[in-house]
């Protein structure tokens, strides 16, 4: 698959068929994730592949229980000012979002994948984001939807149930559900590239016209 589409179109996946995602696919998913760059190359990560259905089935309450507290919590604002202008697109794009993660929290059993990603304390972001992110692209190559999500990762009882070590020091990072989608893989909504960068300043003229994506432009 192209560079461009799979950076353009890799958005979040959460309506998934329950079709296991075979080894080899698989296995290209997470080799590409390691060749991710890292702080001194210190690869100072460990990923765990999650195909259990036993396993799946520990983790749906769990997942329900985070997230819901996460939408009533930080979400809950947005949401209030949503109900109060329900037409706007605002409003609108966050009733999908609503939809899609209420969607993949209720049926998080039947989901046949997941990536979980560990990473030493404190040192939780920016060395292991990358190979993450490319997990992602790779499976999006392969087809495969996902969803980087992190409400699991202050569960102590997940780490367990994977069997991470105790006394090491690893956290989790995140957790990438994972299979083939049932929709279809498009451009997601994103701000104007003119209000989130510049050029020589905060808010220099950018001095070129991205008011739209660049991809697909004319290459399809
Ligand atoms: C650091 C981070 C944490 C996230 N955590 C969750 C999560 O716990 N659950 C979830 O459904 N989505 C989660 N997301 C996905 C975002 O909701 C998603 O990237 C955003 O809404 C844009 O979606 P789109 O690419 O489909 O447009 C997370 C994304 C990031 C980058």
Not at 8 to 35: C, E, G, H, N, W
Request: aromatic share 8%.
């Amino acid at each position: 698959m192209d560079l461009r589409e799979a950076l353009y179109t890799t958005r979040s996946m959460r309506r998934l068929k329950p079709d296991p995602v075979p080894l080899d696919v698989q296995a290209r998913i997470l080799d590409a994730a390691r060749f991710a760059p890292s702080g001194r190359n210190m690869q100072n990560w460990h990923f765990i592949l999650v195909d259990d259905p036993q396993i799946a089935k520990v983790l749906g309450p769990i997942y329900r229980e985070q997230i819901g507290a996460v939408l009533d919590s930080t979400y809950a604002e947005a949401a209030r000012a949503a109900a109060n202008d329900p037409d706007s697109p605002e409003s609108r794009a966050l009733e999908r979002l609503f939809r899609s993660v209420r969607h993949q929290a209720l049926h998080w059993e039947s989901i046949p994948l997941f990536l979980f990603a560990y990473a030493p304390e404190g040192n939780t972001g920016s060395s292991i984001f990358p190979a993450i992110w490319s997990a992602m692209l790779a499976a999006r190559a392969e087809g495969v939807g996902s969803t980087l999500t992190t409400v699991l990762n202050p569960r102590k009882d997940v780490d367990r149930l994977l069997g991470v070590p105790e006394d090491e020091g690893w956290v989790q990072v995140a957790c990438v559900p994972m299979g083939y989608p049932t929709g279809r893989f498009g451009v997601p909504e994103r701000k104007p590239l003119a209000s989130v960068a510049g050029r020589n300043s905060w808010s220099g003229p950018l001095g070129f016209d991205a008011s739209e994506p660049l991809w697909p432009g004319d290459e399809l």
